[in-house]
C-alpha cells in the first residue's frame, strides 16, 4: 500500500491526494462556510441573499441622488422655520412701523421693510408656516379622498368605475383659479381651512384617476389572482396585497402636486380670495408689493423668491421619488 504524502504547507502538494473523497467534501464545507459568510447576496438581493423590495431599492437610489438631497435639505429647513419660525425670526410680523414703509435694508432688518412699515425678513419667514401648512394638509386630504374613490373604483370596476369616471369628468371640467374666485369670494374666515377645503374639492380627481390605474394594473397579477382562489376577503386583498403594491404612482404624483398647491394658494392669495389680513402669507405680500415694485422692488423679490425656492424643491423632490419608484427608469 502506498504511503500518502503528507501535507506540505508551502506549496500545498498532496492536498486532495491524501483527503480523498472525505477531504474533497471538506473543501466544498469550507467553501460553503465562506459564501455564507459574505456580506450582500447576487445582484437584486439584499444581506444574507435576501431579496430586495421596491421601497428597499428605491431608499438605496434616493440617498445617492443629489437632486434628492438638496431638495431634501431645503424642505426639511422649510419645515423646522415653520414650526419654530422664532428660531431665525425674533420680532413680531405684525409689528409694523409706518415711518419706516418702504425702506431698504437696515441692520437687523436685512430685507428693508413694506408698504406699511413691517419687516419684509420676519414677514418672509412666517410666510413659510401658511405655504407648507396648506401644501401638507392639501395633499393628505388629496391623497386620501382621491386614493380611497380611485381604489374602491379600480377594484369593484362597473358601476362605482362609471360613476366615477363622470364624476371626474365634471370636476376636471371646472378652471380652478375661476372655481377659486367664486367658491372663495363668499368665504370671510380669514384661516388656511376653506383654502384647503377648496384645493381637496378640485383636486381629488387626479389622484383618483392614477389610484384607479394602478389599482386595475395590480389586481391583475398573480398573487392577488392566488389570494382571491385561496378565498381571501376584498378587504385583506385590498391592504396586504394590492395597495401597497398600487400606492407608488399616487406618492409621486401627491409630492409634485404639493408645490402646485402652494403655487395655487399664493395666486387665490393674490387675488384677494384666499388668505386674508391679518394672516401672514406670501400672496398677500406679493399682492400687497406688486403696487410699489419700481420703487422698492425688495418688497416683492423676497417673499417672490421664497416662494419659487419651496415650489421648486417639492417639484424636485417629486421628480427624484419618481425615478426612484419607476421600474422602467432602472
Not at 301 to 317: D, E, K, Q, R, S
Amino acid at each position: 500500500m502506498p504511503e500518502q504524502k503528507p501535507w506540505d504547507e508551502t506549496t500545498g502538494s498532496g492536498a486532495i491526494s491524501g483527503a480523498g473523497a472525505g477531504g474533497g467534501m471538506d473543501l466544498a464545507m469550507d467553501e460553503g462556510v465562506t459564501l455564507e459568510k459574505t456580506p450582500g447576496g447576487p445582484e437584486g438581493t439584499g444581506p444574507a441573499g435576501k431579496p430586495r423590495s421596491l421601497w428597499s431599492d428605491a431608499w438605496r437610489d434616493l440617498r445617492r441622488n443629489p437632486v434628492f438631497i438638496i431638495s431634501g435639505l431645503i424642505i426639511l429647513f422649510l419645515v423646522i422655520i415653520s414650526i419654530w419660525p422664532s428660531l431665525i425670526a425674533d420680532q413680531d410680523p405684525l409689528d409694523c412701523d409706518l415711518a419706516k414703509a418702504q425702506e431698504g435694508s437696515q441692520p437687523g432688518h436685512p430685507f428693508g421693510f413694506d408698504g406699511q412699515g413691517c419687516d419684509v425678513y420676519t414677514r418672509t419667514v412666517y410666510g413659510a408656516r401658511t405655504s407648507v401648512t396648506v401644501g401638507v394638509l392639501s395633499t393628505l386630504g388629496v391623497s386620501l379622498l382621491g386614493g380611497v374613490l380611485g381604489g374602491l373604483a379600480g377594484f369593484f370596476g362597473k358601476g362605482w368605475d362609471a360613476v366615477l369616471s363622470r364624476i371626474t369628468d365634471v370636476f376636471f371640467g371646472i378652471p380652478v383659479v375661476l372655481g377659486g374666485l367664486v367658491f372663495l369670494s363668499v368665504v370671510t374666515s380669514s384661516t388656511v381651512w376653506p383654502v384647503i377645503g377648496f384645493i381637496v374639492l378640485l383636486g381629488w380627481p387626479q389622484i383618483a384617476r392614477i389610484a384607479r390605474g394602478s389599482v386595475i394594473t395590480a389586481k391583475q397579477n398573480d398573487y392577488v389572482q392566488a389570494a382571491r382562489a385561496l378565498g381571501a376577503s376584498n378587504t385583506r386583498m385590498m391592504l396586504r396585497h394590492i395597495m401597497p403594491n398600487a400606492i407608488a404612482p399616487v406618492i409621486v404624483v401627491a409630492t409634485i402636486a404639493l408645490g402646485t398647491y402652494i403655487s395655487l394658494e399664493a395666486t387665490l392669495s393674490y387675488l384677494g380670495v384666499g388668505l386674508k389680513p391679518p394672516a401672514v402669507s406670501w400672496g398677500i405680500d406679493i399682492s400687497a408689493a406688486s403696487q410699489y415694485v419700481r420703487n422698492a422692488p425688495h418688497m416683492l423679490l423676497w417673499p417672490a423668491g421664497a416662494l419659487a425656492v419651496t415650489v421648486l424643491a417639492f417639484i424636485m423632490l417629486g421628480d427624484a421619488v419618481r425615478d426612484a419608484l419607476d421600474p422602467k427608469l432602472r
